[in-house]
């Protein structure tokens, strides 16, 4: 599956509806943007169930604000909704499998007791 170009009103329903996105905060001037770019792109292709999705931070200003993007590129993961990774920097190929497997294996009912934990101040409890 190809990247796709996420936008301020695509963005919300793409995180909502899909398992597991993977977003690509990018402008055209950045360099390491331009080296991150075909490995993003060779992840999606041998990830067809992971939408990829790029976000041009000089074009999607408020989402990249809204986003709190400071530094580019900066990868996202989200997984049923929840962002559950954040990193800036370009990340070689081996890194950015490390990522998708990574995510992919996340048992989402412990990412919840956690959040859930973190949010009221109580310990996570193992089930």
């Known amino acids: 599956m190809a990247t796709q170009t996420l936008t301020e009103s695509t963005f919300e329903q793409t ?7 993977l ?11 331009k080296m991150f770019a075909p490995v993003f792109e060779a992840s999606s292709e041998e990830n067809p169930d992971v939408v990829h999705g790029k976000i041009d931070t000089e074009a ?18 989200f997984r049923e909704g929840i962002l559950v990774f954040s990193q800036p920097g370009a990340l070689p190929a081996p890194a950015l499998k490390q990522v998708v497997d990574a995510v992919k294996g996340l048992d989402m ?6 959040i859930a934990a973190a949010n009221d101040g109580t310990p996570a409890q193992d089930a």
């Open 60 to 77: 999607e200003r408020g989402l990249a604000a809204a986003a709190s993007i400071t530094s580019i590129p900066t990868l996202m993961a």
């Open 15 to 21: 995180i909502t509806e899909n398992d597991i996105v």
């Open 23 to 33: 977003v690509d905060f990018w402008a055209d001037w950045c360099g390491p943007c």
């Open 109 to 114: 009912e412990d990412v919840r007791r956690q």
